[in-house]
C-alpha cells in the first residue's frame, strides 16, 4: 500500500525524511525501528484510506510493497546480528502484521493514542531487538 499509493521509487524515502535514524550509516536495528515508525506514523495518518486497501486487497503479502518493506527489515535484522537473527524473516512478518490497518483502528477506538502506539511499538522492538540506546524514549521525541 505504501508503494502503491505514493510510487515505488518514493517507498523508502516516506521513512527516511528528517529521521536521523533512517540514514545507512545508522546501526540496523535503528533503522528497523525508524521504518517501522514512519510506516506505522503514515498508516495512523491515512488509516481509512490504507483500511479500505487492506480490506479490499487479496494478497497482500505480496505486493510489491510489503515485499520491500519485508525484506528491508529481514536484511537489517540479519544485519544487526541479533539472536533472532535465524529467524529474521519471520521476525519481519510479525514486526509488519502489528501495523494492520484494522489493528491500528481497533487500538484507536478503544482509545489509544497515535503517541501511544508508536511507543508500544518502539518497546517491543526495542526489546525484540535487545536495542539498548534511547532506551528510556525509544521513538525519539
Known sequence: MLCSLSGSRRCGSLWKAGN???DRGAP???RVLAILDGVLTWKLENRHLIRAREVAGAGL???AHYTWLHETIRALIQQ???????????VAHVLLGALRADLL????AAGALPEEIRRAQAV???RLLNLTDQASNP???
Request: glycine letters at 10%; charged letters at 25%.
Open 20 to 22: 536521523p535514524r533512517s
Open 28 to 30: 540496523p536495528r535503528e
Open 61 to 63: 503479502l505480496q505486493s
Open 80 to 90: 544487526a546480528g541479533h539472536a533472532v537473527h535465524d529467524h529474521a524473516g519471520y
Open 105 to 108: 483502528e481497533e487500538l484507536l
Open 124 to 126: 517491543v522492538v526495542h
Open 139 to 141: 521513538v525519539g521525541d
